[in-house]
């Protein structure tokens, strides 16, 4: 009799038990239930434009035209446009470019998308994207249909279909957003705009926000992939593009947190022991001048948001240096540093004794002696040259000009002969590294460059640095040759991560993907964005660990 009890207790418990879990399941799905949510949803999203209004990202969209390849069915980059600027939403989408060096290469850019799309597509195409809907997201306008809950990453979400309440609505956000459960703010969309009269140029897009501190989501990244209808049972891919919003703090609130510190003054004075003596030679003098012009450019660059702070990736650069360094018996000084342009443009260049490579560049990069050939290359300029440049920057004055015109006010490209010299050094430095038996991926890396130079021009055109990439030589390599399953070219966003909010970088921890087929290799081209959200509280981590984007091959 206890037995069946026992048994008869555990059934009801069994049953309660799958009740509750039924109902928490299911949190939205009485009437009043889910117009309160919606009701909070709405409330937040409201508020979330208004907090955007007072911010000016910067915003890069790079755009990819595809082909199929008729063997395989592989999508391959068949041209591409790229656009850097900034943006003030405190007047809707108004964007403006920051203009390349002498030159007409965004305009271009920005004449030839809207042709290809319609009339002012960029600025209010992607960008758009930022919003679901910034003219009536309510109610009255939209239907909502709960889905189920969802894990993105760390942050359990609620997951909507929404619709326009009108049929024919122009402009209305149709697709699926997911909530965060906790303040109802949406940290993902996912779907295009109704209404266009072309069905081509209805853009289906992915939009992501990460959290950046409390009741603080920023929209960082956006995915779009658009198809034209040849047949009923076919679909060719038109294009692929990525949009990248950073550079909302611009460096103020660390600034602000270090003018804000208390300073102990000490009993003594500070002595710098690295100087023997009070006075500096000749030679020190100048040294110290050439860094403080190298300095005060990457201190403008940085403020503008286009140079990242220091960080982890810089040491990862330095220590290749380091390595390239010692096998050579090479002491420069002062010590060559290194720091990332945030760009998703392959390209590198040097300034003095500092070494700047793209984050576009350390994304595709495949491997170490990858880098360890593109930072030789750097410091072969920086040997033969001496690192001379101009110095006409050590005077602050020279730097104060508006943001948006950095790109016109730099250029660290070099001339041919230059270029020459420093490439013939670049190899002498990898005959003599720890790299010397592992440079075949390399030379396989700026081959592929090479053969994509026609069709992705717009990525590897420089915006201030070196377009000579593609012509580096590894002359290195021992001869033999990487098999054909090596992956010679990551994807765009395939190693470094972007912190939206203070600009900083970190290296992708992935796990490894095992076997990659030649579809799934996708050298510099664009992939979705799958982010691993987490949410940053007061005492939380910082917020350049929201998130990671996950890309295959990486």
């Given at each position: ?25 299911r ?18 999203e ?58 007409s ?12 799309f ?28 709960y ?7 760390e ?140 300095d ?70 495949p ?5 360890a ?29 508006d ?19 420093a ?9 003599n ?18 053969a ?103």
């Open positions: 009799m206890r037995t069946i009890n026992f048994f008869l207790f555990v059934l009801v418990a069994a049953g309660v038990c799958a009740a509750s879990l039924a109902a928490q399941e949190p939205v799905q009485t009437a009043g239930a889910l117009e309160q949510v919606v009701s909070k949803v709405i409330a937040r409201n508020q979330e434009m208004s907090v955007l209004r007072q911010r000016f990202p910067l915003v890069e969209t790079y755009i990819q035209k595809v082909r199929v390849t008729e063997k395989g069915g592989n999508w391959l980059p068949d041209g591409d446009d790229y656009f850097i600027g900034r943006a003030d939403l405190s007047k809707g989408l108004d964007l403006e470019s920051l203009a390349a060096r002498n030159d290469r965004i305009g271009r850019a920005l004449i030839s998308v809207p042709r290809f319609g009339a002012e597509f960029l600025p209010k195409g992607f960008l758009q994207m930022i919003y679901l809907d910034n003219n009536g997201f309510d109610t009255q306008n939209y239907k909502f249909d889905v189920r809950r969802e894990f993105l990453g942050v359990r979400t609620l997951v909507f279909d929404v619709s326009p309440a009108k049929k024919g609505a122009k402009g209305r956000f149709v697709g699926r957003i997911w909530v965060e459960d906790q303040d109802y703010t949406i940290v993902r969309f996912d779907g295009s705009y109704s209404g266009h009269d072309d069905a081509n140029l209805k853009f289906h897009f992915d939009s992501w926000r990460v959290n950046a501190g409390p009741n603080l989501w920023l929209p960082a990244f956006i995915y779009s992939e658009e198809s034209i209808a040849s047949n009923p049972f076919e679909k060719a891919p038109l294009y692929k593009a990525e949009t990248r919003l950073w550079g909302y703090d611009a460096g103020q609130s660390r600034q602000e947190q270090e003018l804000s510190q208390v300073l102990i003054e000490s009993a003594s004075h500070v002595i710098d022991k690295t100087q023997q003596d009070s006075d500096l030679s000749p030679v020190q003098e100048q040294r110290a001048w050439n860094r403080q012009a190298e005060n450019i990457i201190d403008k660059l940085q403020k503008s948001g286009l140079i990242a702070p220091k960080g982890e990736v810089d040491k990862v650069l330095e220590t290749v240096v380091s390595n390239l360094e010692v096998t050579n018996n090479v002491d420069l000084q002062p010590e060559i540093q290194c720091r990332i342009l945030m760009t998703s443009t392959i390209e590198s260049f040097s300034i003095g004794h500092t070494i700047v490579l793209s984050r576009g560049l350390i994304d595709v990069l491997d170490e002696p990858s880098l050939a593109m930072l030789a290359k750097e410091m072969g300029y920086i040997i033969v040259e001496g690192g001379k440049f101009d110095t006409q920057y050590a005077f602050y004055d020279r730097l104060h000009f943001d948006t015109k950095a790109f016109q006010h730099f250029d660290f490209a070099r001339k041919p002969q230059e270029d020459a010299a490439s013939s050094k670049a190899s002498e430095l990898l005959k590294s720890p790299y010397k038996d592992q440079l075949a991926t390399a030379e396989m890396f700026v081959t592929e460059l090479q994509r130079s026609r069709e992705i021009p717009n990525l590897i055109s420089p915006r201030i640095g070196d377009a000579n990439l593609i012509k580096l030589p590894v002359a290195a390599q021992t001869g033999e040759n990487a098999s054909a399953s090596h992956i010679v070219a990551l994807p765009l966003g395939g190693r470094v991560k972007l912190d939206p909010w203070d600009d900083s970088l970190q290296l992708l921890k992935t796990k490894p993907v095992g076997t990659v087929t030649d579809r799934e290799k996708m050298p510099f081209e664009i992939t979705p964005f799958i982010l691993y959200l987490t949410r940053v509280g007061s005492e939380g981590p910082k917020a350049s660990e929201v998130g990671a984007s996950s890309h295959p091959g990486s």
